[in-house]
């Protein structure tokens, strides 16, 4: 199984998302779901993009906060300081599940 398979079948199951340039950006509600799973199953995120309007918004990543792409609390602090800052963002990561669950 491929990452975008695992991600599309265990992650992204039953959540509204708008593909822009390969990436998956979902609405505050669905992407809180996508943290949730991704928490859930161990999977990596490097950074997170957001857009508002169509427009790029803002770009985080975890080496910024000196914590690995796998510890949830950065990307779950973040996401809160996001959807605080600005409504009406759309969110959009960067994802790596691990070669075990691939083998799943």
Known sequence: MTQEEFLEKSVF????KNEVNDDCYFSEEDFSEVLKQCEHFGIAIYDIRTTLEGEVHKTI???SF???ATDPNWYKREFSHLKHEQAGLQYA???KVSKKL???
Not at 13 to 16: E, I
């Open 13 to 16: 199951t039953g959540l509204q």
């Open 93 to 95: 990561a960067t994802y």
């Open 66 to 68: 000196r914590k690995k």
């Open 61 to 63: 990543n975890h080496d």
């Open 102 to 104: 691939l083998a799943r």
